[in-house]
């Protein structure tokens, strides 16, 4: 089912298109547009499966009960995409995440690697995501406060997104 047909090289740029919505919306706190990329049965297995959700509704507000203070900064960046279509209707996908949160509040940078396994969907003519879900690579916690001078200059929500710097 994977021949890699004009037809089915535009349906794969739409899946690609989907998950970089995706990973947009976690870091730009846009929550409603992220329940909008999910079907309403999707089921999500962060962290190896230690925190597993059903429902978009589910999914969506454990993102933004674990992202959405605006002192939680982040930076999702996936590549290498690996997607099979099974059907006309429905792929899956591979991709390798690298990502970085920065928790002012606990004065913490988190960065780490992982690799996200998922299933799409089309309903209604567009692609959606229908599981998703990662396992990590590694992961590392640095606190902030040991670098001597580190400071965030520039953030979405206290600065606009304008570098204090000039």
Do not use: N
């Not at 990502?99 to 089309?122: C, N, P």
């Amino acid at each position: 089912m994977d021949d890699l047909t004009p037809e089915r090289l535009v349906e794969l740029e739409r899946i690609k298109r989907l998950k970089y919505a995706y990973l947009r919306c976690v870091d730009q706190k846009t929550y409603d547009e992220l329940r909008g990329l999910l079907t309403d049965d999707a089921t999500a297995a962060y962290g190896g499966g230690r925190h597993t959700y059903d429902g978009a509704d589910a999914i969506v507000e454990f993102i933004s009960g674990a992202m959405g203070d605006p002192s939680v900064h982040s930076s999702h960046r996936c590549t290498q995409p690996e997607i099979t279509f099974t059907s006309d209707t429905e792929a899956e996908g591979r991709w390798a995440l690298i990502d970085t949160v920065i928790d002012t509040r606990f004065d913490l940078t988190i960065s780490g690697a992982a690799f996200y396994e998922d299933r799409y969907r089309k309903v209604d003519g567009e692609w959606r995501i229908a599981h998703t879900g990662y396992k990590r690579t590694y992961e590392e916690i640095m606190p902030r406060g040991s670098i001597a001078g580190l400071r965030l200059t520039a953030s979405w929500w206290s600065t606009d997104g304008r570098s204090e710097l000039g």
